[in-house]
């Protein structure tokens, strides 16, 4: 059965640290990952990625897909209070469905 | 420009009742998804639709769900007989075919959420 499984589940950092969080996945027919960020409303985009190695940079936070290893890791730098919200990740599989993890919930303190 | 869109975004019913939600993708786009998400969890991936066809419908999707889009634009999504269990917020997605182009078609897998629809089963 197809599965995505985040880590950690929470997390809670003050601001200025640098957090790292983790989507591994095993799936039929690996589509692309996708990251979301949903704050207390639907989820907004991120990042998709489809390559293993190749790095996707938006501002403070970066994300990086690892084939081999059926993993994505999500960096956010610098973290803001803004950046409190629940992390999500989304993976393709076969032609047309995606599988949600749980969420990573970051809670930044000012 | 309006991006995707669902109504209602609150229902409160009754066990046994039915209830039918709708969802209104971004004009460009031709593929949309439903989802049910309910707290702690990610959303649950239900049905999926590339224009009118509905084309991978989830095997949790009991057949007191049923999803339409037929005209290949808004879509509905009916519950019948609803239980206390369909208690859960209902996401509806689309995407564009699509390379990039454009704000709000986005690039091809990059699915924009609508607010969603909470529905609370009494």
């Known amino acids: 059965e197809d599965k995505v499984v985040q880590s950690p589940l929470s997390l809670v950092v003050h601001e200025g640290d640098t957090v790292t969080l983790n989507c591994s996945y095993e799936v039929t027919n690996f589509r692309s990952l996708l990251w979301y960020k949903q704050e207390k409303k639907a989820p907004t985009f991120l990042f998709m990625l489809?390559?293993?190695?190749i790095e996707k940079k938006s501002g403070r936070l970066s994300s990086i897909l690892d084939k081999k290893e059926l993993s994505s890791i999500l960096n956010i730098t610098a973290t803001q209070t803004g950046d409190s919200a629940i992390y999500l990740c989304?993976?393709?599989?076969?032609?047309?469905?995606?599988?949600f993890g749980t969420g990573t919930r970051l809670k930044v303190l000012a | 420009d309006t991006g995707v869109s669902q109504d209602p975004r609150h229902k409160i019913t009754k066990r046994g009742q039915n209830v039918t939600f709708r969802c209104d993708p971004i004009?460009?786009?031709?593929?949309l998804y439903w989802y049910r998400q309910t707290l702690g969890q990610g959303p649950e991936f239900l049905t999926y639709?590339?224009?009118?066809?509905?084309?991978?419908k989830s095997r949790l999707l009991s057949d007191r769900f049923s999803a339409e889009r037929p005209k290949g634009s808004f879509s509905t999504l009916e519950i019948q007989r609803t239980e206390q269990g369909d208690s859960a917020m209902y996401l509806c997605?689309?995407?564009?075919?699509?390379?990039?182009?454009?704000?709000?078609?986005?690039?091809?897998?990059?699915?924009?959420f609508g607010p969603g629809t909470r529905l609370t089963v009494l």
């Open positions: 004009s460009e786009h031709n593929r």
């Open positions: 997605a689309s995407s564009s075919p699509s390379v990039a182009s454009g704000p709000r078609k986005g690039s091809y897998n990059e699915q924009f």
């Open positions: 489809t390559s293993s190695g």
């Open positions: 989304a993976v393709g599989s076969g032609t047309y469905k995606y599988i």
């Open positions: 639709f590339q224009n009118e066809a509905q084309l991978e």
